[in-house]
């Protein structure tokens, strides 16, 4: 499945220096998975993942192909976007065809480069694009319950269960709060989303810091982990000119700078699985001589649509799943001895698919 995140921010705050180093870090990976530029303000970058090339090993697989995740650079944002200043129509436009959005705040101090705001204030940065967002929210609400008042009259089912949703939402919003903040119903999970709201998409904060706080934060970064807690958000530290510098050197390289700087592992790879978790996205594995692949499905998944991730006729045809725990395929060094331990399990259609299984399906062409 694909995911595309919206990297979000007012001027200044270093979103394109991040989207840069996504760019090129997806650029160097070009010869191990299938990379493409789609715009010059999109990239995909490999979701990293150790248990791949491990997985890989044991199999001797010959091509190794993670999981990817999409990145979109839209326009920086401008009080006042909601009613059309600076890109504003078409920044918003670009968010509502993200699945998730990354709010990049400055959380650093350099008298050579001018916050719009003329000051230093990552939660009033935040506070500032999501009262743009809630502002455009509420406009297109209300164009929409006037647009399917004919159909509600007319006792259309969804015109009426989309009203429901949409004063929900209306309602929520004039009270200063998100349409993320509602709790949707299993019933009307696909309503919900086709409302495509602007609010309604999970947000990560993604603290921008000078290369002194990279491991460890600032004062400014705490502001915002409290905010993000509050808001039940997600929450990352980065320094947007590290991870810059990191791009452009080698493996080797990049691990002894990283290193020097007291960091465990580039902040790009933080961000990406941060950006994972905040959608409730988990990995299975396919496995064999030719390839070891990562693919990407929701936490919850059935057996059947998880392999119609790989092609629509493994769903319609779906027979069962060959599984092996990943910790058993490791233990078992490889499937032979994951089977002699007794790890090697036929799974059916009401199968939840765990994350790191190691599947092979078998479905009726």
């Known amino acids: 499945m694909g995911f595309k995140m919206g990297i979000v921010g007012l001027p200044n705050v270093g979103k394109s220096t991040l989207f840069n180093a996504l760019t090129r870090t997806a650029a160097a990976q070009a010869a191990n998975f299938p990379f493409c530029t789609i715009e010059p ?32 650079d839209i326009a920086g944002l401008v009080k006042g976007a909601s009613k059309g200043e600076g890109l504003g129509n078409q920044f918003l436009a670009n968010i509502r065809e993200c699945d998730a959005i990354a709010h990049v705040l400055r959380c650093f101090e350099d008298g050579d480069i001018t916050h719009v705001e003329g000051r230093i204030d990552p939660v009033a ?67 919900w989303q086709m409302l495509q709201l602007l609010t309604a998409k999970a947000v990560l904060y993604v603290c921008n810091v000078e290369e002194a706080s990279a491991a460890s934060g600032n004062s ?19 320094s947007a000119r590290i991870e810059e510098e990191i791009s452009q050197l080698d493996d080797e390289e990049a691990e002894m700078f990283l290193t020097e700087m007291g960091l465990d592992e580039a902040g790009l790879d933080r961000l990406i699985r941060a950006g994972h978790d905040l959608l409730g996205l988990q990995t299975y594995f396919t496995i064999g001589p030719k390839e ?26 779906f027979i069962r799943s060959e599984t092996i725990a990943y910790d058993d395929y490791i233990a078992g060094n490889g499937e032979a001895g994951a089977r002699e331990a007794g790890k090697f399990r036929i799974e059916g259609k009401t199968y939840v698919v765990k994350d790191g299984d190691v599947l092979h399906f078998l479905f009726n062409a």
Do not use: C, Y
């Not at 490999?46 to 090339?53: G, K, S």
């Not at 936490?299 to 319609?316: M, N, S, W, Y």
């Open 41 to 72: 303000n999109v990239g995909e970058v490999a979701v990293p993942d150790a248990r791949l090339e491990k997985l890989a090993a044991i199999a001797g697989s010959k091509a190794i192909i993670p999981t990817r995740m999409t990145f979109v």
């Open 292 to 317: 070891a692949r990562a693919w990407t499905i929701r936490k919850g998944t059935l057996a059947p649509q998880a392999a119609g991730v790989i092609h629509g006729d493994f769903e319609r045809g």
């Open 125 to 191: 940065d935040a506070e500032t694009i999501e009262t743009e967002l809630m502002i455009a929210d509420m406009e297109s609400i209300e164009k929409r319950l006037a647009g399917i008042a004919r159909k509600i009259k007319g006792g259309d089912k969804d015109a009426v269960d989309q009203e429901r949703l949409l004063r929900a939402a209306l309602a929520a919003l004039e009270q200063g709060k998100p349409a993320r903040t509602l709790t949707i119903s299993d019933d009307d999970r696909k309503q």
């Open 220 to 238: 400014q970064t705490a502001r915002v982990a409290e905010m993000a807690a509050a808001q039940g958000a997600g929450m990352v530290v980065i």
